[in-house]
């Protein structure tokens, strides 16, 4: 996808506080954060939403991409929050696939 941001971010065209950089995925800081840690976690294959995965395995490893770096941080005794904003209903602003990692403050339920 030539003009999907976070495809950007994978090629290195543009620039991202990136956290960890692994064979399918990456993690890198959110510019605009809602929370002391909001990281991004997405598959280094575009993916406009979850339901255009074609590939199960991608989400196992997202999944565990979150548990690494959750235990990297040191998040799981106080909490985090993942999220999967999706279509316009659900705030997906992003075309690409990712889930959001929140902590490091109380989070309120529901959201807004
Ligand atoms: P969503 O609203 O769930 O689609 O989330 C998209 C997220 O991407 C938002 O939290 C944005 O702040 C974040 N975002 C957009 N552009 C960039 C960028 N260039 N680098 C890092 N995060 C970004
Ligand atoms: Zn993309």
Redesign the pocket.
Same mark, same amino acid.
């Given at each position: 996808m030539n003009d999907c &941001?976070?495809c950007k971010?994978i090629k290195k065209e &543009?620039n991202?506080d990136i956290v960890k950089d692994e064979t399918d995925w990456m993690c890198?800081?959110? &510019?605009?954060p809602?929370a002391p840690v909001?990281l991004?976690i997405i598959p280094k294959t575009h993916y406009d939403n979850l339901h255009s995965v074609n590939d199960d395995l991608i989400i196992v490893k997202l999944m565990n991409g979150v548990k690494t770096i959750v235990k990297e941080l040191g998040l799981e005794k106080k909490g985090y929050r993942v999220?999967?904003?999706t279509g316009d209903d659900?705030?997906?602003?992003?075309s690409h696939l990712?889930l959001?990692i929140l902590a490091k403050r109380p989070l309120g339920w529901p959201p807004g």
């Open positions: &941001i976070f971010i &543009i991202a890198f800081q959110d &510019i605009n809602k909001h991004l999220i999967v904003n659900g705030g997906q602003t992003v990712h959001h």
